[in-house]
């Protein structure tokens, strides 16, 4: 997994799968594979400190599980903004699926929003990465833009406001981490179903055949987005019934004693 | 809309838009448009007494607010369990997909799961008649299948959950509620910009052009699924913070007094 994976005679020019899949306008990424890990790991690790001191100094006695909550929120929130972002931002004005309703009006098709595989930006080289394991953020696949763009639009914002929220102890901390929870949980859902869906019934797959990209990206990458939303929904609910179930017993009591 | 819609010359045997699109299989519908969709309405408005007569006698003085809110999750579960639940059931045994892992194993690849197109029960119809305005539930859609799966094995049981857990005023009424209409909310959202992303980039239109199919089938029946559900939302993330800020102000009392 050292060097970027060069283009196969059975694809003609790029790397992805399944074979014969289009992936106009491909440049070979520059960097390794494993520089590229590293640089993301790096980035993921860097959002921290400065998170820390932050919460900590705003929240004096902040509980370590707290911290972690917030860790995630901030680190899912840079992910879902700037990285998934990505995926449904344009990289040439004029030329994205986001200006195609103006070139349709004008009665012009054409393909030229497919511009993921030419990107060489980190971030774009970084997704070719991904792709290896999962070729729909090549080929701009209709579920994939529309699911990353809700995410990109509303779990990556509101994953910073829970953050906010936890950090102030807001009553507003646990609707909101339930709903973007499920957001991302429903979403990933979605998002495995799907490909397994289409493996199974229809004999597509989009990674590549080698299991390092199948297991270490496309399911490792992922689960953490099954695991965590739903060990935090699982809180969230948790809190939420407690306190309700306490103020209909303080009701109660009020009732009796008067 | 008073009779099935015939196959055009451009079909060659099925009313379903894209042009070309297949449905292997295809039985035309016996019953009127007209004679569906009463019959769906009758049915929505059949399961209210009942509902009505359950909730209002397990729990007396049910503000009339709350009842509404019991009918919408009586109707919501029944619809994506019995209705929507059949898009992802088989009808022949060892023809949907569901077997096809089985089948698969075998090293044998059918398209026999395409099965929509040739039911003739009354949902059957029913769905045919609906498709008219979203060719994706005779195609078995991947993403249609997958949504639908989790709509009718989650949010339709959840849904009567939650009839239940209101009528009982139990702690985890909006927590649950919040779950199941942000679960409705999204499946939809994704339901519809998938469609729209299709026509607007690839210009794939999955209704017929006749505007209403569009509007009526398509458009406006889904429309509840999504303001319905934000008003709901509103609702519990309001008395949810509500109680936080509660309980949190009589913790902060109490400190005072002690």
């Known amino acids: 997994m050292d060097g970027p994976i060069a283009g196969t005679g059975a694809h ?7 074979l014969g899949v289009a992936v106009p306008g491909y440049v070979a990424n520059s960097m390794s594979a494993g520089v590229l890990v590293l640089i993301f790991a790096a980035g993921c690790g860097v959002i921290f400190l400065p998170t820390y001191l932050v919460a900590s100094r705003a929240r004096p006695g902040l509980p370590a599980g707290e911290l972690l ?11 879902h903004l ?38 060489t930006d980190l971030f774009g080289q970084l997704w070719k990465e991904y792709s290896l394991s999962d ?3 090549m080929t701009q696949d209709p579920f994939v833009v ?6 990109a639009v509303f779990w990556g914002p509101l994953s910073f406001a829970c953050a906010y929220l936890i950090v102030t102890e807001h009553p507003l901390r646990h609707p909101l ?20 869906f289409n493996e199974l019934v229809y004999g597509i797959a989009y990674s590549r055949p080698e299991p390092f990209y199948y297991w270490m990206y496309y399911v490792l990458c992922n689960a953490f987005w099954i695991v965590i939303p739903l060990m ?4 969230s609910v948790g809190e939420t019934a407690a306190v309700f ?3 209909k017993k303080a009701a109660r009591a009020g009732k009796k004693t008067q």
């Open 69 to 79: 909550i917030i860790f995630w929120f901030v680190l899912s929130g840079c992910i």
């Open 177 to 196: 981490q339930l709903i973007v929870s499920l957001g991302q949980l429903y979403g990933d859902v979605l998002y495995y179903a799907i490909c397994w």
């Open 232 to 235: 935090l929904m699982y809180q």
């Open 82 to 119: 700037f990285f998934e972002g990505k995926v449904t931002s344009p990289s040439t004005p004029g030329s994205s699926h986001v200006s195609l309703s103006a070139e349709r009006r004008q009665g012009y098709f054409s393909y030229n929003h497919l511009n993921m595989a030419s990107k």
């Open 135 to 137: 070729s729909r953020y």
């Open 146 to 151: 529309c699911m990353e763009t809700v995410t």
């Open 12 to 18: 003609g020019d790029h790397p992805f799968y399944p």
């Open 245 to 247: 179930a306490k103020v």
